[in-house]
């Protein structure tokens, strides 16, 4: 951990844990009125850009404006699928993209005081992965909530790379996909083991880069299999990893 500043992250996190923990009361204070979901997106990116900045993490965007309309603008709903590179990615994405997706998330978040909390007021999806049918039962949530016009996003790696190798996908958000028939859009994120590595609390500002690739219509693919196959070459395209990295 030589190198990595150690004062203003302490003081970050504790000033963010508090600050978690109001913004928290207040999206449950909003949720009677609005809605759990809406009066998680009017706090939550606030609160997680404040964050960032506060943290110095820098927070870019590329190739959003090259996808199709109809998906930047929600008319039509997606699986989002890329590496998981640090505990920030999903805050990070949430301030990131325009759109407002929901996330596949473990069960165990859920028993996270305020975290757990404020994820299943947003209406997230949980899975717990050492119950099959537990499991089974989240992912026809899921691509019932896809049909009815949600964005999901997923990590396939099922957990953080510790190296920033891109571990095996596992199938299923690839299943939800083409179930569901809708498009799988890859994207590679660029910074976050150098801005939080696994296991590790020391966090050094810099470039948190989310990288979008073109959509993988599952319509066009044998079976989920095949589109996993093309969704993992084109994370590594993006990533700039060979095929074996």
Sequence with gaps: MSGRPFLRPLLVWILGALALALSVCLCFLLAPFLGGPLAFWLVAPRYIRGTARAFGIRRELEGWEALPADLREGRRPAVFIGNHTSLFDPPLMISTLPCRPVFVAKRELAGIPFLGWVIWLADFIFIDRRDGASARASLAE????????????????????????????????????????????????????????????????????????????????????????????????????????
Excluded at 158 to 187: I, M, N, Q, W
């Design 142 to 245: 899921a691509t019932a909530r896809i049909r009815a016009g949600q964005a999901i996003v997923a990590f396939p790696e099922g957990t953080r790379s510790r190296d920033g190798r891109l571990l095996p996908f596992k199938k299923g958000p690839f299943a939800l996909a083409f179930e569901a028939g809708v498009p799988l859009v890859p994207f590679a994120i660029h910074g976050g083991p150098e801005i939080l590595p696994k296991g590790a609390w020391r966090v050094r500002g810099g470039a948190y880069r989310i990288t979008m690739g073109q959509p993988l219509e599952a319509s066009a693919f044998a079976d989920s299999g095949a589109l996993r196959e093309a969704a993992e070459s084109a994370v590594r395209d993006l990533l700039g990893l060979s095929s074996r990295s």
